[in-house]
């Protein structure tokens, strides 16, 4: 079955540092899918980015991005320059595609960041 | 707006009563999906539809629980009998039928039973 983990309860920054949420994944699939979401003090779940297994390519979108690595299974997500509107629950998700009409997606227990002024 | 949207936003009901809740998902989106979400913690997924047709179910989803899409547009998902324990956020959020397509959520309804 699958698994996210956020080992990250909370975790607080000062405006303008750099911070890393950890995002590590437990699937038995070899074609599944990664998301990070966010979700402000508003309770509206924000999509950020996706990822498929088959491509560990890191990416960059403006101050935030994310780093992929089969090898650990982990898909952590940096927020550089850090503000105050990026205080938020983040939370990882695992999407495994057995068939066309089947889909298990799995959320972790998500990361609270709060950025301070 | 064309995102999703939930109604109502907020129900607060007395043990043992039933409750309905209704989501309109992006119009295109031919999946559907329900999700419990309590304090501190992520999403759980409850059900979810491809077009009216209801695929797969937790087992979360106790016979109390019933979920419908009858024109595979709005869904409406019913509580009877409500417990305590059933006070949650009820998030439901639409996609398209490609697993790699992400999840686009409502807002969300918040349940507080008494």
């Known amino acids: 079955a699958q698994k996210v983990t956020q080992a990250q309860t909370e975790i607080s920054v000062v405006e303008k540092e750099d911070v890393t949420l950890d995002c590590v994944y437990e699937t038995r699939d070899t074609t599944y899918y990664l998301f990070w979401y966010k979700q402000p003090p508003s309770g509206e779940l924000v999509f950020l980015i996706r990822?498929?297994?088959?491509?560990?390519q890191n990416e960059i979108s403006g101050r935030y991005s994310w780093n992929f690595q089969k090898s650990t299974s982990s898909f952590n997500f940096t927020i550089t320059a850090s503000q105050v509107v990026d205080s938020a629950v983040y939370f990882c998700a695992l999407s495994e595609a057995p068939d066309n009409y089947g889909q298990n997606f799995v959320f972790g227990p998500g990361t609270r960041l709060s950025v301070l002024p | 707006d064309t995102g999703v949207s939930q109604d109502p936003r907020h129900k607060i009901t007395k043990r043992g009563q039933n409750v309905t809740f209704r989501c309109d998902p992006i119009s295109e989106h031919n999946r559907l999906y329900w999700y419990r979400q309590t304090l501190g913690q992520g999403p759980e997924f409850l059900t979810y539809f491809q077009n009216e047709a209801q695929l797969e179910k937790s087992r979360l989803l106790s016979d109390r629980f019933s979920a419908e899409r009858p024109k595979g547009s709005f869904s409406t998902l019913e509580i009877q009998r409500t417990e305590q324990g059933d006070s949650a956020m009820y998030l439901c959020?639409?996609?398209?039928?490609?697993?790699?397509?992400?999840?686009?959520f409502g807002p969300g309804t918040r349940l507080t039973v008494l």
């Open positions: 990822r498929n297994s088959f491509d560990e």
């Open positions: 959020a639409s996609s398209f039928t490609i697993p790699s397509n992400e999840q686009f």
